[in-house]
Nanobody
Framework: QVQLVESGGGSVQPGASLRLSCVVS????????YAWFRQAPGKEREGIAC????????FYGDSVRGRFTISRDNAKNTVYLQMNSLKPEDTAVYHC?????????????WGQGTQVTVSS
């Protein structure tokens, strides 16, 4: 079982930066792939960034590419999302997600989310 706890959200002005953290417990960080999703009121959940456990390759959604960076620190059991040049449309609840393919079955886990509000 994997537990994910996000933090680092808040209310900021457009153009500001925030760094979200996702502390992972229950399994070594290296055992899973990780992703950040977000969901704004009235909108579908959107996957915005992911990082692979096999080679640390990363992928970003079009809406955040070039502004957000996903990374992980195995020693701290933490996955990060550095968010720069924030825009009002980045306002959402941000969730950390972990998954792993084991014995032919996918296992996945979600954190409770952290609110990010971008407003002038």
């Amino acid at each position: 079982q994997v537990q994910l706890v996000e933090s680092g959200g808040g209310s900021v002005q457009p153009g500001a930066s925030l760094r979200l953290s996702c502390v992972v417990s229950g399994r070594p960080l290296e055992s899973h792939n990780y992703a950040w999703f977000r969901q704004a009121p009235g909108k579908e959940r959107e996957g915005i960034a992911c990082i692979s456990t096999s080679d640390d390759s990363t992928f970003y959604g079009d809406s955040v590419r070039g502004r957000f960076t996903i990374s992980r620190d195995n020693a701290k059991n933490t996955v990060y999302l550095q968010m720069n040049s924030l825009k009002p449309e980045d306002t959402a609840v941000y969730h950390c997600h972990a998954d792993r393919l084991w014995a032919g079955r996918w296992y996945d886990y979600w954190g409770q989310g952290t609110q990010v509000t971008v407003s002038s």
